[in-house]
């Protein structure tokens, strides 16, 4: 009786254990990436343009953010009267946010360009990761908002980290934070997703998401739709 009862419990807890040596790095971003609408699906986005508003301080501030992938992307701030922009570009960028004092765009430096050249993938940099030149490490686990989420470190190849936060439960991406040397500067930046939507192309879409300046509302979401090369250098 006692064998037989050892034998089960031995039985039990290889069982667990496999089962948590089985929860790889992989396994979680596959199983993301199928929460999301699948691989096929991601991999037909060739443009994407989003509107939404964020308020602050009981002021709503219309944002616009259009790109095509791996070519350009921009984003619009139209507050005040007045509408500024960013660009990026793999070679380039600039800034002009007339409602802070700017007169004119200023072209953002080496560090900057290099930095920000993950948002041109708007296939999503865990798609097809390993070819990119991303490597992915499983951290383990950690408390966002009360879900014990999967914790992912990405290391791109352009030496920026992404450390990456899973809703163990959906698999849905709920955090992100962006972290590399700019300038010779620290650089973080904590990004929270929310209002998850399946849009018509099948793919799952955050309808919400919070850089710590407030809540930007996505009100609408094309995929596929024109975008003039136009928009990726500077207005004249």
């Known amino acids: 009786m006692k064998i037989r009862l050892f034998l089960l419990v031995a039985t039990v807890v290889g069982l667990n254990f496999g089962t948590v040596r089985a929860q790889t790095v992989d396994d979680i971003i596959s199983k993301h990436i199928e929460a999301i609408g699948g691989k096929a699906a991601w991999q037909k986005v060739n443009s ?6 964020v308020s602050a301080q009981g002021t709503d501030i219309n944002i616009t953010m259009m790109g ?20 990026n ?35 999503g940099v865990l798609v097809d990761y390993k070819s990119k030149g991303t490597t992915a490490e499983l951290i383990g686990k950690e408390d966002v908002e009360g879900s014990e989420c999967w914790k992912i470190k990405l290391t791109l190849k352009s030496g920026k980290v992404i450390t990456d936060f899973f809703d163990p439960d959906s698999y849905y991406l709920i955090r ?11 650089q973080s930046q904590t990004i929270d997703y929310s209002n998850f939507q399946k849009l018509p192309e099948g793919i799952t879409f955050p309808m919400t998401m919070n850089n710590g300046n407030g809540d930007f509302v996505i009100k609408k979401t094309e995929i596929n739709v024109p975008v003039a090369d136009s928009l990726f250098h500077v207005s004249k």
Not at 176 to 186: L, Q
């Open 48 to 53: 994407v343009k989003l509107s939404g508003v």
């Open 176 to 186: 992100e934070i962006h972290k590399a040397t700019v300038d010779g500067k620290e």
């Open 89 to 123: 570009t793999p070679t380039d960028g600039w800034v002009y946010m007339p409602f802070s004092g700017q007169q004119k765009p200023e072209a953002l430096t080496p560090d900057q360009v290099k930095f920000q050249q993950d948002e041109l993938d708007f296939q």
């Open 68 to 87: 095509v992938q791996n070519k350009g992307a921009r984003m619009e701030i139209t507050m005040m009267g007045m509408t500024g922009y960013s660009i």
